[in-house]
């Protein structure tokens, strides 16, 4: 997450491209080019969950009196369960419904050899059982759940089968959260550096409107036909045979929703990421998790962490701390943002104006898609209603935008507070230049400078009567003797009135 802005995207929001190559060339350099493009962002409806207080419905609880218990030595744990089922949805607590298998942190600084098990996972719509043959577990709600689960954790060898099983010895810290995706559109003035793709600056110019018809398709059977029969051969005990056999050809449409939530939710899971039902129901269910599947997935046997890629995303945000996403709230901010953020990389990937993208088709084409098989499920949207069908929608997209290149250019601006106290400093010592200016003139104008000889010296001492007359009546030998006439320079005012820059002697010289 450390560089998770896309091209052409600011905040929560996604926007198309405009190349404006064409228009002003490859060689004119632009600063910063304003269009009005299309628009479209993702986002969740959090809300936390009550089945984490009730450790009934997520643990095996073992104790001593338990007759299931098969690990040696052990009076008491909680094994996680496979599955979660909490009204008329079920969840299953790891990437495919089977026991955890990973991991736990023997670093220095974990005493508790704590675990850390988060995922995200779909919900199913109806009960499901990994033991028997009936299920009632029909398809996903829409939803997903976002877990975070931390505990002490230690591994056991069960005795039937032997295989190594990962337990709490207490109650872990469990939070999770049942999100609603939703995508909405709208259209956007967006100012933006052509030669990186940095949005400067965007103005959404409507009411965003949801993106129901995201939800059309969910592997929808298309122009079906039958491609060939031939007759296949058997054998058996009692006799050999024949039978007719045929190969049929369909295609098999998925609108961008489902296809974006099919991906980031199963990537965890990729062995067995297109089955239609939790993964542990097409597997042992003994074996537990399969620790194979390095993909996707952050499992490290030395730091206890046992994620997919958006759950350590989020850790990553919160500075590494185990504990912080056990807050409702912080979990439910910091998966709105990696929402988001998945989101906008899924819409702008390999996005072209000539080839689409995984959420856009290029403008007037027509993807010739028939009607779907009339057994096919009917599509639903997270929130329960019908979705929208393909060709239901209609786009008036315009060939054409309007687009203002500009230049940023570096604006010093300053707080009026600031503006007008410098002001009033300025002014200040205007003044005060002033006034020194006028003093001076008036008082140091008569002044003599560079004083460097004997001349200079007794220029100061011609106009000095007192001194002179000092000298005359002494003479400088008696004067020099005595060692008690003072004088000083400085201004002095003569009989007349006039003040002069002078030696002469001091006031209190006798």
Known sequence: MAQTVTEWSQDDWSFVPVSVSDVFGDNRPLKNLTVQTSAIRARLYCSAVDWPSNIALWSDV?????????FT????????????????????????????????????????????????????SGRYSLYGNTSTLISTTGNFTVQWIRGPIDFERTTEPPIEMLYFSEPPAIQALNCMPTFESSRAEVTVEPSTGVVQHHRILDTPLREDVAWSDAFQWRNFSEDGRYNG???????????????????????????????????????????????????????GESLRDKVFNMQDNTTGLNLDFMSYAAYAQV?????????????????????????????SNNLSREHGGNVYQPRGMDLKVNTPMRDMPTQYTPDGSVAPKFQDIVRNTSATTTATTTTRVEVLTMNPVAFWLATSILIWLIITIIILASVQRRYYGGMMRNVECIADVLVLIAGSERLLAVIREKGMDTIIKEDKVLTRIGWFRDEDGTIRWRIDLSRNTL
């Open 73 to 124: 030595g052990l009076h008491k744990y909680y094994m996680p369960k496979k599955l979660v089922r909490d009204g008329n949805y079920t969840i299953y607590l790891t990437a495919r419904a089977d026991s955890a298998q990973c991991c736990a942190d023997i670093t220095e600084n974990a005493p508790d050899n704590s675990s850390i098990i988060a995922y995200w996972t779909e919900d199913w």
């Open 319 to 347: 500075g590494f701390s185990p504990t912080a996403l056990l807050d409702p709230e912080v979990l439910a901010q910091t998966s709105q943002k990696i929402f988001s953020t998945f989101f906008q990389h899924f819409a």
């Open 62 to 70: 073992q104790n001593e009196s338990s007759a299931m218990n098969n």
């Open 233 to 287: 051969s058997y054998t058996s005990n009692y006799r050999n045979g024949s039978r007719p056999s045929y190969v049929y050809n369909f295609d098999v449409t998925i609108s961008y929703g489902s296809f974006f939530m099919k991906s980031i939710l199963n990537a965890a899971d990729i062995i067995l990421a297109g089955l239609e039902a939790p993964n542990g129901s097409y597997q042992s269910s003994s074996l």
